[in-house]
């Protein structure tokens, strides 16, 4: 996407399930939202027609292949990019995005694909100006899914895959990358989350308000 058209800025959210990634990200919208900033949160796998069939993988993973999965997502992003992502960068907001390319990365790489020739595959979709990847032993994931959550694990948060997930996540580099330690409290990874967002609004051309 050319630089002259995007006027916004987009802050994806990465990791492993029961990273607390969600939370954050609602954290993150709040605190923008009400210093006046122009946010806009969003997911993937969206709530379009590509997102619902993918929430049915969830639970049977086993009668798609792993390209029908690929092609699945690479779908559903492709639709949420041009109907939602652009036409809002190019308004100007703050996308505050629950996962996003690297995520295909990470989880259809586990499947067996490559993980930058599946990066090279969403060539289609702009880069974000910020990809903040939260880590965390499996295992505190899994427990808070199931504890804390009362989940049962679906096909995608069984132990040994979101193991391999991990890895890719902590292999891939980008620049646009930062790493969240998501082991501590909510309140310290918060702070952490803010910094990272703040130095990218001082950093970029974005107009920033209340800055402390
Ligand atoms: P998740 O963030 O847990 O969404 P929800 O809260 O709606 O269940 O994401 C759902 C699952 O989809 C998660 O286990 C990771 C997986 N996923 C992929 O395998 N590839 C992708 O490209 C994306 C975006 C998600």
């Known amino acids: 996407m050319g630089e002259e058209i995007k006027k916004g800025l987009l802050i994806v959210f990465e990791g492993t399930d029961g990273t607390g990634k969600s939370t954050q990200l609602k954290l993150l ?3 923008l939202h009400g210093e006046g900033y122009p946010v806009l949160a969003t997911r993937e796998p969206t709530d379009g027609q590509y997102g619902k069939k993918i929430r049915e993988l969830y639970v049977k993973r086993e009668e798609y292949s792993p390209e029908e999965e690929l092609e699945l997502f690479l779908a559903d992003r492709k639709e949420h ?9 190019k308004q100007g907001k703050i996308i505050v995005c629950d996962r996003y390319f690297l995520s295909t990365a990470a989880y259809q790489g586990a499947l067996g694909f490559d993980p930058e020739t599946v990066l090279a595959r969403n060539s289609f979709a702009p880069d974000p100006d910020l990809a903040l990847i939260f880590h965390a032993p499996v295992d505190t994931g899994i427990t808070r899914i199931t504890s ?4 049962t694990l679906n096909d995608f948060e069984q ?3 979101l193991e391999k997930v991990a890895e890719i996540f902590a292999a891939v580099h980008r620049p646009y990358i930062e790493r969240i330690d998501a082991s501590g409290s909510i309140e310290s990874v918060h702070q952490e989350v803010l910094n990272h967002v703040y130095t990218l609004l001082a950093d970029s051309s974005f107009p920033t308000l209340n800055l402390q």
Request: proline share 5%.
């Open 29 to 31: 919208f709040n605190v």
């Open 81 to 89: 990019v041009n109907n939602l992502l652009i036409p809002a960068l």
């Open 148 to 151: 804390a959550r009362g989940d």
């Open 159 to 161: 132990t040994e895959n």
